[in-house]
């Protein structure tokens, strides 16, 4: 069975700083097919990136993904206000899979 | 623009069934497959179920397998998803989301309805 294990659970940062967030895989996930969601309280969650890299319709580009195989990973180069939020990789395809989430906190 | 919009939560007893309802506009809803996915109280998103732009193909989380049944009407632009023999575990807001067009994941939301199952 599938796991996606998202580290660390929370990020505590500033504004400005670099958030740099994990996502392990059990087994090895194409590149193709691998996404990541910000979701803030009371909100619907949005798509940020598809494709491990692909930047989703009007996502900044302080947004980036990356990795391979089993490991992937999102960075935000300088966080703002509004990015303080929990953001969720998935696997998506042929199955569904999110992670667990991670939290970035000021 | 784009909007999702789910209805039909509340509070039910255990056992007990709920249909969900998921009706969108600002798209050609039968050009796309839909999804539907949960958030427990204090917990992450949960992948609930799928069904094909055309009905024909249904997937389930195993949680939800031999409970749950999502179905589509393409004329109402409506996505249904009935819950039966509901445990306190279902409590959860239930999304639902589209599905996008070449090889894109859930490109849009609705807001949730929420679901508390309790006696």
């Known amino acids: 069975e599938m796991v996606l294990t998202q580290s660390p659970g929370t990020l505590s940062l500033s504004p400005g700083e670099r958030a740099t967030l994990s996502c392990r895989a059990s087994?090895?996930?194409?590149?193709?097919?691998l996404a990541w969601y910000q979701h803030k309280p009371g909100q619907a969650p949005r798509l940020l990136i598809y494709?491990?890299?692909s930047r989703a319709t009007g996502i900044p580009d302080r947004f980036a993904g990356s990795g391979s195989g089993t490991h992937f990973t999102l960075s935000i180069a300088r966080l703002e206000p509004e990015d303080f939020a929990v953001y969720y990789c998935?696997?998506?395809?042929?199955?569904?899979?999110f992670g667990g989430g991670t939290k970035v906190e000021i | 623009q784009v909007q999702l919009v789910e209805s039909g939560g509340g509070g039910v007893q255990p056992g007990r069934s709920l249909r969900l309802s998921c009706v969108a506009s600002?798209?050609?809803?039968?050009?796309?497959?839909l999804h539907w996915v949960r958030q427990a109280p204090g917990k992450g998103l949960e992948w609930v179920a799928l069904?094909?732009?055309?009905?024909?193909?249904?997937k389930y989380a195993d949680s939800v397998k031999g409970r749950f049944a999502i179905s589509r009407d393409n004329s109402k632009n409506t996505m249904y998803l009935e819950m039966t023999a509901l445990r306190p575990d279902d409590t959860a807001l239930y999304y639902c989301?589209?599905?996008?067009?070449?090889?894109?994941?859930?490109?849009?939301w609705g807001q949730g309805a929420a679901v508390a199952v309790s006696s």
């Open positions: 087994q090895s996930v194409s590149s193709n097919y």
């Open positions: 600002g798209f050609t809803f039968s050009a796309h497959a």
């Open positions: 494709a491990t890299s």
């Open positions: 069904i094909s732009f055309d009905g024909t193909n249904r």
């Open positions: 998935q696997q998506y395809g042929r199955s569904y899979l």
């Open positions: 989301a589209r599905d996008g067009l070449g090889g894109l994941p859930f490109d849009s």
